[in-house]
Structure formats: C-alpha cells, structure tokens
C-alpha cells in the first residue's frame, strides 16, 4: 500500500494564502536545504497527487527548470483532482469520478509514496476521509495576519509530531504523522 504525504508552506499564523503571505514568502527565499528536503521527500515517491489550481501552477513552471528537484517532479506521474479539466500535459491525468475515492485506490494500487503538494479542500477532504499518512509543514518565520488557514473547518485529528528539520532562513519543517 503507498503511503500519501502533502507538503505545505505556512506562516507561523498557520496562513498559505493571500498577498500579504506571498509577499512575506519570497523573502524567504528557498534555499539548498530546501531544495535538499523536497528531494528527500520525492526519494520513494511513485507519483505525485495535485489539486487542479496547483496542477496548473505546476505545470506552468517546472517544465522550464532545470536541476535534479525539477528532473524529479518533471518525471513522475501526476494525478490531478478537478471536476473542470478536461486535457492534461506534464504527464498528467485527472483522477476518474470522486477524488477522494479516486486517492483511495491509487494507495491501494502499489507500494511507495504519493506526495500532494497544495492545499485547500481537496487536502481537507482527504484529512477527513483517513487517507493522509503524513503532514510536512513548511514553517517560515512571519506572520502573515491573514489569508486562508491551513485546515479550517476539519473535526479533532489526532497527529504524532515525528520530526522537526531545520531548512535555513529559519524555517522548519514539522513532519506529523496522521491517525497516531
């Protein structure tokens, strides 16, 4: 069974989304160690799974980079959340029918590790069903004051803190485990 990891940049408010957010982010500039962590967390992935918006982010960029982390995400699969999108490039398909279901079966499928990056309701609803193995949380240091909160409106999830990785410019990265 594949074990689902998500990947997500936060403020130490606990914010992901807004001008403020933005602005403050890219002061934090990503860094080797960085770069260094995302390629460990792609080590054993067999896929990566994507909301449409970050689909479309995605696959605007990192076709153009270059280097051993745009090498990885560039080459593995992609499974794509979206009731809109009719044609994929960037090795992408759009998950059949109910996302959620759609996730469930592609942990059922095979061994290795699917890693989401993006966040909103499709992370929520897959918090909600059970299907999130792991939370790796990108913390920057500022606070953004306001934009969307990571999970608003999800129940008591219990979550195991399994790790804490510094990544210069004093973020962390805060793995939890889900389901603990």
């Not at 970050?54 to 009731?83: C, E, I, R």
């Not at 969307?148 to 804490?164: F, Y």
Request: charged share 15%; net charge negative; glycine share 10%.
């Amino acid at each position: 069974m594949r074990k689902l990891v998500e990947y997500d940049h936060l403020s130490i408010d606990g914010r992901f989304t807004g001008d403020d957010f933005w602005t403050a982010q890219m002061k934090v500039a990503p860094n080797d160690n960085h770069f260094a962590y995302q390629l460990r967390l792609l080590e054993h992935a067999t896929g990566l799974v994507l909301g449409r918006a970050t689909y479309q982010g995605f696959a605007a960029t990192w076709p153009t980079m270059t280097g051993d982390l745009a090498d990885k995400l560039n080459s593995l699969p992609k499974h794509v959340a979206s009731t809109t999108l009719t044609e994929t490039t960037w090795n992408a398909e759009v998950l059949p029918g109910n996302a959620v279901e759609a996730v469930a079966q592609l942990k059922e499928s095979g061994d290795g590790t699917l890693v989401k990056y993006g966040n909103g309701p499709f992370s929520r609803a897959l918090v909600e069903a059970g299907l999130l193995d792991e939370l790796h949380l990108s913390i920057s240091p500022f606070v953004a004051g306001s934009g969307e909160s990571l999970l608003a409106g999800i129940g008591a999830t219990p979550m195991n803190l399994t790790r804490v990785t510094e990544i210069g410019n004093g973020a962390v990265v805060l793995t939890y485990a889900l389901g603990q």
